[in-house]
């Protein structure tokens, strides 16, 4: 029996609100072609790193797509994953890599905390 060929295709990066219980798209917003996506963990913030090498924030919000910053970070084609570790946000492509220091927002320790 002929093996059947398949191709793994890159999904562009189009951010949308799915309402779970119904199914229904609330929206759909912003172009940002075969990026990554990544949550900032207690921000509710999500970073896309486009394919035109541009650093989008995003505000995870379910009522609209909000672009709160960007900025335009490295040339050409970039597909490779954004890290953050600590206050810095590292990028890379096939030409160049960069380093850029995010600002942190201060965190509350358990005792600072409001318990409902």
Known sequence: MPRQKQRLQR??????RIDLETGDRKW????????????????????????????VLLRADSKE???????????G?????????????????SQEAACFPLPLAEVKGPSQVKQP
Do not use: C, I
């Open 77 to 93: 084609k970039t597909w490779n994953h954004p890290v953050v570790v600590g206050d810095r946000l590292y990028l890379r492509n």
């Open 11 to 16: 999904r562009s990066v189009r951010p949308a």
């Open 28 to 55: 759909k917003g912003g172009r940002y072609g075969k990026g990554q996506v990544l949550l900032l963990e207690n921000s509710g913030l999500l970073m896309v790193a486009a394919e035109d090498g541009r650093v």
């Open 65 to 75: 797509h909000a672009e709160v910053a960007s900025f335009k970070a490295l040339e």
